[in-house]
């Protein structure tokens, strides 16, 4: 007799089965395989610190600061700056000095992609300039000159900075006899190593160091230690777009001397507030508010109790 079955309606039988969770785990570390011969370029040598110094080394000042920046056209401008305050001097002794002091700085400056001069004159006599300029796509040469009235203390350096597809290099040179020569190789997608060493031909002494810098998207951790006798190290955490915390650790080998600080660094709309607190009693706050297009009033406060030592300062910056 023949069959009555709808062999249409049963279902095909399976062909297969569900893979294992181990097989699912080995395909997740497929897709996370690092691939070393495509790694990221890493920051220059002496920004390995950048973010902690944002947050934690503001340029706090004493007194009144005045800045106008006034562009001739797209590369060309001129910036007039003008300073009425007091600043420290560098003593034996554990108390500050202050010596009052005030100037007027006029500079001027060329912006292009390829080339950059920036010049600025005061009326002490002192005379700064910069130059930076792209050789290749890969090579730039900077040039840092600073003439003052006093004999034995100008100076001046060149740097010729290479970029490659995973490291960076750099080589200077200065006078009184100054080399020295870093580099930083990325060794995986989030981490980067650095050594660099000094030859000052005057003192005839050298120095070598050498730096660690692991990166996130949440946070960035760098370190850095010299034959000097310095060891820093520094973090900082990314809470938000708007919002960093960071942390750094000083520890000179040679005095014994620690220092820790801990800052914040808030972007609002209108302002920017940043702001630090370090383990010898300093308390910083550093106010950048933005009042209208072109126009910023700044607010700067440091205090040392320990020391009585307190400085307050405010400004404005006007620019195009």
Not at 158 to 167: A, I, P, S, T, V
């Amino acid at each position: 007799m023949g069959s009555s079955i709808n062999h249409a309606a049963i279902p095909p039988p399976a062909t297969g089965v569900a893979p294992p969770a181990d097989s699912k785990e080995s395909e997740n570390k497929k897709e996370e395989k690092i691939d070393y011969l495509n790694l990221p370029c890493p920051i220059p040598f002496e920004e390995i610190q950048r973010e902690a110094l944002m947050s934690l080394k503001p340029e706090f000042f004493e007194g009144m600061r005045f800045d106008f920046t006034k562009g001739l056209n797209q590369k060309f401008s001129l910036s007039h700056s003008v300073f009425m305050g007091s600043v420290e001097v560098p003593s034996q002794s554990p108390e500050t000095i202050k010596v009052p002091t005030s100037h007027y700085e006029f500079g001027a400056n060329f912006l292009d992609p390829k080339l950059m001069l920036v010049g600025r004159i005061l009326t002490d006599g002192r005379l700064t300039a910069r130059a930076k300029c792209d050789l290749t796509d890969n090579l730039t040469m900077k040039i840092t000159a600073q003439l003052q009235n006093e004999p034995h203390f100008s100076q001046g350096t060149f740097n010729f900075d290479y970029k490659g597809k995973d490291f960076r290099s750099q080589f200077q040179m200065g006078n009184n006899a100054l080399y020295g020569i870093n580099y930083i190789q990325s060794v995986s997608p989030h981490l980067a190593l650095g050594s660099e060493a000094f030859w000052f031909g005057q003192q005839r002494k050298s120095v070598i160091g050498f730096a660690a810098r692991y990166n996130t998207e949440k946070m960035v951790a760098a370190g850095q230690v010299a034959s000097t006798g310095i060891v820093s190290l520094s973090y900082v955490q990314k809470v938000s777009e708007k919002v960093s915390l960071g942390s750094d650790f000083l520890y000179n080998l040679m005095t014994r001397d620690v220092t820790a600080s801990f800052g914040y660094d808030y972007i609002l709309r209108q302002c920017r507030l940043r702001g630090k607190l370090d383990s010898n009693g300093r308390v910083g706050a550093y106010l950048e508010e933005r009042l209208n297009m072109g126009v910023q009033f700044i607010l700067s406060a440091e205090i040392d109790h320990p020391k009585k030592d307190y400085k307050f300062g405010f400004g404005m910056t006007l620019g195009e």
